[in-house]
Nanobody
């Protein structure tokens, strides 16, 4: 399995932007599809975005497409989530996760998780 460590969370005002990162350890980073999920207080964890092994294909939760952008750098073993036009409803712990490359679009295939990074958006 791949080990994942998120960073870059913090506090931002509504309308602002933030980029979170997730560094992976292991030699087979490019064999994994990668995704971002989030969990707000009192709510279930929800899917945010996913990217295939090469970075050529992406998939977003419908409500977030256009504001959030997922990308990856296989040379750096890192996946990113750029978040723009943030709103208080985006406040959550953001988790990155990995899935077998062929299952990158299957939300329930993500079985390796980071510890999460807190994003807080104030109004």
């Amino acid at each position: 399995q791949v080990q994942l460590v998120e960073s870059g969370g913090g506090s931002v005002q509504a309308g602002g932007s933030l980029r979170v990162s997730c560094a992976a350890s292991g030699r087979s980073f490019s064999r994994y599809g990668l995704g971002w999920f989030r969990q707000a207080p009192g709510k279930d964890r929800e899917f945010v975005a996913a990217i295939n092994w090469s970075g050529a294909s992406t998939y977003y939760a419908g409500s977030l497409k256009g504001r959030f952008t997922i990308s990856r750098d296989n040379a750096k073993n890192t996946v990113y989530l750029q978040m723009n036009s943030l709103a208080p409803d985006d406040t959550a712990i953001y988790y990155c996760a990995a899935a077998p490359a062929s299952l990158w679009q299957k939300v329930h295939a993500y079985d390796s998780w980071g510890q999460g990074t807190q994003v807080t958006v104030s109004s």
